[in-house]
């Protein structure tokens, strides 16, 4: 943010950044759905940040697959475009993270629950 940036606008930001991480915080996992125990994609891990830039009206969502092979990838990656703009009514942009994804990104009471996953 620029120096120029009002508490409001600042407020505002705020607010799309946050209802952007309760939308994702919907979006269930497919795999983990179908081993019978539905996680959350910001719970999994797989969100790694989500940027808002004003000036370009531009939500970017950074993206980290459970694997290279993950066959729900793109899948998810729509669909993470689409809550994004449906919430907040601005371009979203995916982009995948280059870190590999352990299950060490997940949420604590997640990651005592599903240590099968990401083995």
């Known amino acids: ?69 993950c066959f729900f990838q793109m899948p998810l990656l729509e669909e993470i475009e689409r809550r994004v703009t449906e919430v907040t009514g601005w371009r979203c942009e995916t982009e995948i993270h280059d870190q590999p994804w352990t299950p060490d990104r997940m949420n604590p009471p997640h990651a005592i629950r599903r240590p099968h996953l990401g083995s």
Do not use: K, N, Y
């Open 1 to 69: 943010m620029t120096s120029r940036t009002t508490q409001a606008q600042q407020d505002e930001l705020g607010s799309v950044r946050e209802a952007v991480w309760t939308s994702l915080g919907r979006l269930v996992d497919p795999c983990s759905e179908g081993l019978g125990q539905p996680i959350d994609v910001v719970s999994l891990g797989l969100i790694e940040s989500v940027d808002v830039d004003a000036d370009t009206g531009v939500v970017q969502v950074s993206f980290c697959p459970t694997g290279a092979s």
